[in-house]
Structures are given as structure tokens and as C-alpha cells.
């Protein structure tokens, strides 16, 4: 019977260990990527039957409609999913408030801070439009609280007037579960927690569990990078110029190429983010402008026409969703890349003016006021030297053989000449 209680316990203890945690680090902005990330935790640990996820939360803000499939995915998960604000002088800012506040069991580290949840739009809407916006949101965090059983009064005011709150007052008012120190000391308040999930009432064993670092991946990184609008213009941008230097010079390859790869990216990145396909067509209207300047002469009205093409399309390129603050399209990035494409072709279509009035290099015209040396008397006709070569010249005044001569004129291949 001893015997039989022993390797009961021993299972026991050995069952315990063998607890797994799934953890993740979430420190940057709510975006595709970070919500492709989290879902794939959480799918992970359903698989691996996790004893819970543990998702550490450091971001200023990002897309709300990121932020909705993130809190869906939390809602359905049949494992626990713990939401820790840390390391200390992390935030919880914007979209990691509802984030937060959707957790099965929500801490904060030391010197942590969250709120400020107020959505913006990429653009200026008007009074109506900006409250039914902030009412929504309201509603949405509201039924989050009512959800996780949290202040649901707090969270309508992070949401309408943008407070914030340090991790020690968030406890206090029922935003948080709790404060930690480190993700050890989280792992041992939660052990033994009874947590309702998707799938039912789930304890928690986590005082022993074995903690697994979720990395990202390659390709959740890049998105992850290339999801900022800043980012994802400066590619759709360099694409552009790529192509047009190119198209300009034929056979550089390198342009082409890089153009090629930049513009792949952009388009990828930017059906990331919520986009205002008149403003795409507006940038592409002005790159065809562009290269029509090559073809056509329009003493430089196609460039201008491109260049107001390029900074409206510029503006509108991010849609009017609701966002939060962080992503954001940089207007001083928008106006620097405009300044710089007018530039550029004023530089372009200068050139192309100062080779139209240059004078010719070839051909009959090329020929016109060239000098060169007779070799014969000249009277009328004879021989004379141009450029190394013997040409038969014709001449109204007699010229002496050894004198110089200008070319003032070419008859098929006679030129006609004066003594100079």
C-alpha cells in the first residue's frame, strides 16, 4: 500500500512538471503580425495541451481591427491566456488596454502603466463621425470588462478621455488581477487559479511548468516590420523609383531589380493595413505621368501634373478607418518624398531641355561650323582635312592650300566652305 501511495505521488509530482507554458513577447505595435502571432500561441498551446499561455504586453497602440481579432481569439481559446505588462516601464497603451482587459487573468509589473485608449482616424473626421467612432469603442471595451468581470466604468474612461493609470492604481480598481515582479513569481500566484475558458473551468499548475519561448519566425518578423505605413510606403516609393530609373536607363538591371522587390513588399505590406485604393490609383496615375514626361514634350506640365497626383494619392493612401495613434502616415515623410520626386525631375526635364537647344554633334547638322585645313587651292573645289578625314569642299572665295576652313554648309558630300 506504501509501495502503491509512493508511485501514486511520484506520478502525481511527475504530471506537474511536465506543465507547459507557452510564452510569447508582444513589444511593438497591434498590427497583422502581432495577432497572427498570438493566434498561433494559442493554437500551440491547445495542441501541446498547455497548462496556459502566457503573452508578455509592451505596445503603445496599433490597428483596432488587429486588436478585435486578438480579443476573438482570447474569447475562444479553450486555454487560458494570461496577459503580463512588463518588463517595468512597459504599457499597456491604446489597443493593449482592451487586450489587457481581455485576458483570463490580466498582471502588471512594477513601474508599468496602461490606458489612454481613445481611437483616432488616420484623417480628420467630422464631430458625428469621431463620436460614433469613440462610441463604439466604448461599447466594444465595455462588454470586454463585463466579459472578465473588470471595471467596466474605468475602461469607457480610458476609452472617452484617454487616462492612464500606473500598474499599482490598476489593481486597485479592478483593471488587473494582479502585480509581479517577475514572470516566476506571475507563474507561482497563478498556480492553482480556476480560470473559465471557451472550453470550460481550467486549474492552473504553473508553479513547476516548463516555460517555452514562442519565437515570431522569419516572415511574422518582416510582416511585422513592413506593417508600419511609414515602412510600407517608403517601399511602394523606392518600387516606383526603382522602375522609373530602369525605364530610364535600360539595361541597368540592379534598379530594376530592387525596384521589383521593394514594390512586392509594399503591396504586401499595404494590404496589411486599411487602404484607400483611390489614393494607390492616384500614385500610380502619377508615376504613368512620370514616365509619360520621357515620351512627350509638355514642358514639364506632365511632372506637375504627376507630382500633385503623388501627394494627394500620398494623403489619402491610409484609409479613414479607426486606428490607434501609432500608425500613423508620417505627413513630414509624405511631403520630403514629394519635395524629392519634383526635384528629381525638374533635374531630369532640365537636362532634357538643355539637350534639345544644344547644338548638334552629328550627322549634316553636326557638321555645320566645324573648321579644318585645306590640302589643295580651293577654286572653287578641291580637298580639305575634318576630323582626320579627306572631304571634296566647294568654296565661293579662292582658299589657298595649308589656309584654315569653317564649314558653312553641306551639299550630300560636298562641303561648302570659307576661308577663316
Known sequence: MKRFLFFFLLFSFSF???????????DGSINPA??????KAIQKA????????????????????S??????AMFASPVPVIVYVAPEGAQAGSAGVFITMAAHYAAMAPGTNIGAAHPVSQGQMDTVMNAKATND????IRSIAEQRGRNQEWAADAVRNSVSIPGSEALQKGVVDTLALS????LQILDGKRLQTAAGVVTLHTANADVEELPMGFMLKLLNIISDPNVAYLLLMIGFYGILFEL??????????????????GLYALNTLPVNYAGLALIIFAIILFLLEIKITSHGMLTIGGVLALLLGSFMLIRDDVTFPLLALSKTLIITTTVFTTLFFAFIIGLGLKAQQAKPTTGREGMIGETGEALTDL??????????????????????????????????FVLLVEKT
Open 67 to 72: 486588436t478585435r481579432n486578438i480579443v476573438g
Open 16 to 26: 506537474v512538471q511536465a506543465q507547459k507554458v507557452i510564452a510569447l513577447t508582444i
Open 379 to 412: 577654286s572653287p573645289s578641291g580637298t580639305v582635312l575634318l576630323h582626320g578625314e579627306l572631304w571634296t569642299a566647294e568654296t565661293a572665295t579662292p582658299v589657298v592650300k595649308g589656309e584654315r576652313i569653317k564649314v558653312v554648309a553641306m551639299k550630300d
Open 46 to 65: 491547445e495542441k501541446e495541451n498547455a497548462s496556459c499561455v502566457l503573452l508578455r504586453l509592451n505596445t503603445p497602440g496599433g490597428l483596432l481591427k
Open 137 to 140: 469603442a466604448v461599447a466594444f
Open 34 to 39: 502581432s495577432a497572427g502571432f498570438i493566434e
Open 183 to 186: 514572470t516566476k513569481q506571475l
Open 248 to 265: 530610364y536607363n535600360p539595361g541597368a538591371i540592379f534598379p530594376g531589380i530592387i525596384g521589383g522587390i521593394a514594390l512586392i513588399l
